[in-house]
């Protein structure tokens, strides 16, 4: 979590306030279940905005999309995966020294879609599904203005896979889980009225399990953030 000042004061109680944080991320995708899988390097975005009341509790909404182009099979497959999410959490900040640590709960709203041709066949997989969320952030003042950053977000997600194979389509009821690990540094800075406004750049990897199937994101990320 950012910090209420800087140098991340310890404090009981802060000012009402609305937050929000705009994040581009440039993922590169892999994948274990197609021979010779290359996925490209794109860009993803993830935008978040909440508003936090006086005794520190936060309500946040967060959303996600990245798509992204692969081969694989010696070139005979080609295709694009996409990825969205949206999140609404509910969480509160714990203050111990330099460290702050932020824990928010809420639901998930999330999936993939597959779009795949094996030599001229085309196929689609499409996944939606709900279920809970757990977000953890912490923040270690380094000086004044900078400090690292750590996040990790984990979902369960229950829905419905869509298949079609080039010919029948199939439903089936369905779990998946995802993981979303990031860290790196983070600059303190003030512009006009917004005393705490930041800047991040790190790396994040993403873990999508569905159904037997496995396909992980990862890649650098710059986040601009500010409190009002």
């Not at 995708?29 to 993803?44: F, T, V």
């Not at 640590?101 to 639901?107: M, R, V």
């Not at 406004?197 to 990897?205: I, P």
Request: include cysteine.
């Amino acid at each position: 979590m950012e910090p209420d000042s800087p140098g991340f004061s310890v404090a009981a109680k802060i000012n009402k306030r609305c937050r929000c944080q705009g994040t581009l991320l440039y993922l590169k995708s892999y994948n274990a279940e197609i021979n010779d899988y290359d996925g490209e390097w794109d860009l993803g975005y993830r935008g978040k905005i909440g508003y936090e009341n006086a005794s520190g509790l936060r309500f946040e909404l967060t959303g996600f999309y990245h798509q992204t182009d692969f081969t694989g099979e010696q070139g005979v497959v080609t295709g694009t995966h996409t990825f969205y999410s949206v999140d609404a959490t509910l969480g509160d900040t714990i203050h111990c020294g330099e460290l702050c640590l932020s824990i928010a709960a809420g639901l998930r709203f999330g999936g993939n879609e597959f779009d795949e041709d094996w030599g001229g066949m085309a196929t689609n997989s499409e996944f939606n599904g709900i279920g809970p969320v757990i977000a953890i952030e912490a923040t270690r003042s380094l000086s004044e203005r900078f400090a690292l950053y750590a996040t990790l977000r984990q979902a369960l997600l229950f829905g419905e896979d869509e298949y079609f194979d080039g010919t029948d389509t199939f439903k089936t009821d369905t779990l998946a889980s995802v993981t979303e690990i990031g860290a790196g540094f983070q600059a303190n800075f003030g512009v006009g009225g917004v005393t705490d406004a930041y800047f991040r750049a790190g790396f994040e990897g993403q873990y999508w399990l569905e159904d037997g199937g496995n396909i992980g994101l990862f890649g650098g990320v710059l986040s601009l953030g500010a409190n009002f």
